[in-house]
């Protein structure tokens, strides 16, 4: 389809595995981001790409949230040594430009639940 | 730092009701943009409007109206004659220029359930 792309769309994982949770942008977009969103709030901004540069990493929680876009398109978010807080859904958007005007589209997420 | 505020929680109305989503912000910057977003129960977010802080002009699209009124810093967003599709969460998002790029900053949500 010519959306955001996010797989899997379900993951659960036992406390202290590695996860890598993957967002195909539209065809195009310059722009990707990385929310987190839990339960019955809002989406938190974890990280940003423009092509393949993290520009922004402000959000991730710890050092265990890595990111990555290598050839400035398909984009994996990876947390290691998963532990209980770390569930939630992460959303995957991007837009066309970098400007702060350009409206995001989103991903339906992926829902990751640590047990 | 930024911040967006919604106080309402959850709201429910029965179909052919109007019903207005409240959405309050704050930010130090003078150029910004303020978003609505639709989250059915499938989990997409969906883009609804674009606002940038130099338009104060009310917008209206079919059944929704969104009224930005900068001296109260509010962007309130109203459904008439709701229907029970309108049913979802429903967030208002606000990105800054100084930024230089579009990461938004979201409030909470209103779940806005609407019944036959």
């Known amino acids: 389809g010519a959306g955001v792309s996010q797989s899997p769309r379900y993951k659960v994982a036992k406390r202290g595995q590695d996860v890598a949770l993957r967002c195909d942008p539209i065809?195009?977009?310059?722009?990707l981001f990385w929310y987190q969103q839990a339960l019955g709030q809002g989406p938190e901004f974890l990280t940003y790409f423009q092509n393949e540069a993290q520009l922004d990493k402000s959000g991730l929680p710890s050092d265990r949230f890595f990111a990555e876009r290598p050839e400035g398109s398909v984009s994996t978010l990876k947390i290691q040594r998963t532990q209980q807080e770390d569930s939630a859904v992460y959303l995957c958007?991007?837009?066309?430009?970098?400007?702060?005007?350009?409206?995001?589209?989103f991903g339906d997420g992926t829902r990751l639940s640590i047990l | 730092a930024q911040k967006v505020t919604q106080a309402q929680t959850e709201i429910s109305v029965v179909e052919k009701e109007d019903v207005t989503l409240d959405c309050v912000y704050e930010t130090r910057d003078t150029t910004y943009y303020l978003f609505w977003y639709k989250q059915p129960p499938s989990g997409e977010l969906v883009f609804l409007i674009r606002?940038?802080?130099?338009?104060?002009q009310n917008e209206i699209s079919g059944r929704y109206s969104w009224n930005f009124q900068k001296s109260t810093s509010s962007f309130n967003f109203t459904i008439t004659a709701s229907q029970v599709v309108d049913s979802a969460v429903y967030f208002c998002a606000l990105s800054e220029a100084e930024s230089g790029h579009s990461t938004l900053t979201f409030g909470k949500g209103t779940m806005l359930l609407v019944s036959p």
């Open positions: 958007a991007s837009s066309q430009d970098r400007g702060p005007s350009q409206p995001q589209h």
């Open positions: 065809s195009g977009h310059v722009s």
């Open positions: 606002r940038n802080s130099f338009d104060e």
